[in-house]
Nanobody, 124 residues
Framework: QVQLVESGGGSVQAGGSLRLSCVAS????????MGWFRQAPGKEREFVAW????????DYADSVKGRFTISKDNAKTTVYLQMDSLRPEDTAVYYC?????????????????WGQGTQVTVPS
């Protein structure tokens, strides 16, 4: 059973940066994909970014392209989300997710494993 644990959330002023981490444990294979989703108050959970365990292929939501970077450290089985130029609209609970499926990776229903979430707050 794969388990995911996030860390790194907090409060930062607009324009600032934060880095989220997600440590994965359990049977991680090369086909594994890890993603980040977020849920703002009163809104549905939305896709942020994903990365394939093999080859490091990535994809981003348009709203974060050029500001957020997803990366991984295979040795530490950890995925990072570097968030720069943060905006008040980035305020949300951020969730790490994992799947062995190969498609539909922007859809939260594709992911079978979820972390507990970490709060990111960017005051306006």
């Amino acid at each position: 059973q794969v388990q995911l644990v996030e860390s790194g959330g907090g409060s930062v002023q607009a324009g600032g940066s934060l880095r989220l981490s997600c440590v994965a444990s359990g049977p991680i294979f090369s086909t594994f994909v890890m993603g980040w989703f977020r849920q703002a108050p009163g809104k549905e959970r939305e896709f942020v970014a994903w990365i394939r365990w093999a080859f490091g292929i990535t994809d981003y939501a348009d709203s974060v392209k050029g500001r957020f970077t997803i990366s991984k450290d295979n040795a530490k089985t950890t995925v990072y989300l570097q968030m720069d130029s943060l905006r008040p609209e980035d305020t949300a609970v951020y969730y790490c997710a994992g799947t062995f499926r190969g498609s539909g990776l922007t859809n939260q229903g594709t992911y079978d494993y979820w972390g507990q979430g970490t709060q990111v707050t960017v005051p306006s």
